[in-house]
């Protein structure tokens, strides 16, 4: 493993769907992601694995420029949270890592490659000994920002080579799925077989008649790694997955005598990663406004949020800071504390915390007032 010269973002992938993680990696310097070869015989533990991954990385930059993305078989909120809880033991810092599901990965390697491989259906064939896992993406071109999908992966049983047949039960599948839309797939990624024509000769030239196919490997490793890698104010495309935020946060505001709503936290990332502050001073009646606006459309979810005992001041000088994150994908957490308005006007110490509901343009909250 040689050390690469030179300075700028270190991205990872690391693949953790099985016992040992499985890593690719990028330098600005490199057109594409490369396998990190690590021996993790002797870690036990996500925490020692993914520090050893962090050590490796280190021989390549500076440790605030790595950033790295973890692909899990388990995307429960409890999962979430352990994982990063142990890379944050390993040593990574907070926003340095993101984490996602298998399909996910998939759709950000597809989505990665150039126009004409994802113009239409694309599939994904994972060889096994007796199965094939076959998953399909597209991207829907219509929208704006461009929406990528990911089909549940499908489980083709083919048999084992001795068994013989394969060849014909793969031909059937592929004839079933690809047959009829056979100039609607564009391309097909294929790993664990190089599909050569003595065991695969008909099933090969089904699968290799108009459109471009690839044999592949680390491909969810790779495409945790290209989206790590990846700016998100300059992404192209998005991907809905249980994890996506929805709903932009706003505040309403005032500016110049005018009344306008301020975003806070903005849709399109992962819930557990939205996470934002701001200060504001109040002009009027110790109440906020939210907007909760769904970036699949639909009228806002408008609440309000008051502010009890909050100490009599001239208008302006109650300066108020407001923290928004979420603890679920549609539950909304905000705090607010006062700050005061310098020596004029000390903070009372008071805090204000509320949790918004959303779901189907309803909102329930339950609020909270304590003493810091």
Not at 180 to 191: C, D, G, I, P, Q
Request: include cysteine; charged fraction near 30%; hydrophobic fraction near 35%.
């Amino acid at each position: 493993m040689e050390k690469t010269s030179g300075s700028g973002r270190i991205c990872a992938g690391i693949d953790y769907r099985e016992g040992r993680p499985r890593v690719c990696y990028q330098t600005e310097q490199m057109k594409e992601p490369q396998e990190l070869p690590l021996n993790f015989e002797k870690q036990t533990g996500h925490a020692a694995c993914l520090r050893k991954i962090l050590s490796a990385l280190k021989r390549y930059g500076k440790k605030e420029d790595i950033r790295a993305a973890v692909v899990l078989p388990d995307m429960s909120e409890e999962s979430i949270r352990q994982t990063l809880k142990e890379a944050y033991e390993a040593g990574f810092q907070e926003g340095q890592l993101q984490v996602m599901g298998e399909l996910e990965s998939l759709v950000h390697f597809v989505m990665h490659q150039t126009n004409d491989i994802w113009q239409q259906q694309v599939w994904i064939l994972e060889f096994g000994t007796d199965e094939v896992k076959a998953t399909g993406i597209q991207a829907n071109k219509r929208s704006i920002p461009i929406v990528a999908e990911a089909r549940e992966p499908e489980y083709w049983y083919v048999g084992n080579l001795l068994e013989g047949n394969r060849d014909e039960r793969l031909l059937q599948q592929v004839r079933e799925r690809f047959g009829k839309n056979s100039n609607r797939v564009s391309a097909v990624f294929l790993t664990g077989t190089d599909l050569n024509t003595r065991d695969y000769k008909k099933s090969r030239e089904e699968i290799c008649s108009r459109r471009r196919v690839f044999l592949g490997d680390l491909l969810h490793a790779r495409g945790a790694c290209m989206l790590a890698g990846d700016r998100t104010e300059h992404r192209q495309y998005l991907y809905l997955s249980e994890q996506t935020l929805l709903y932009n946060v706003q505040i309403r505001s005032s500016r110049d005598g005018k009344e306008e709503l301020c975003t806070i936290v903005r849709a399109g990332l992962n819930w557990y990663e939205a996470r934002e502050s701001c200060e504001v001073l109040l002009c009027s009646e110790p109440l906020l406004e939210f907007s909760f606006q769904s970036m699949l459309g639909g009228e806002p979810i408008r609440a309000g949020m008051h502010l009890p005992d909050l100490p009599e001041r001239p208008r302006g000088t109650s300066r108020l800071l407001v923290e928004v994150y979420f603890s679920a994908p549609a539950q909304c957490e905000i705090e607010v504390a006062d700050l005061g308005f310098g020596e004029l006007y000390p903070s009372s110490d008071l805090c204000w915390k509320e949790t918004f509901i959303l779901e189907e343009q309803e909102e329930v909250s339950h609020g909270t007032g304590y003493g810091l």
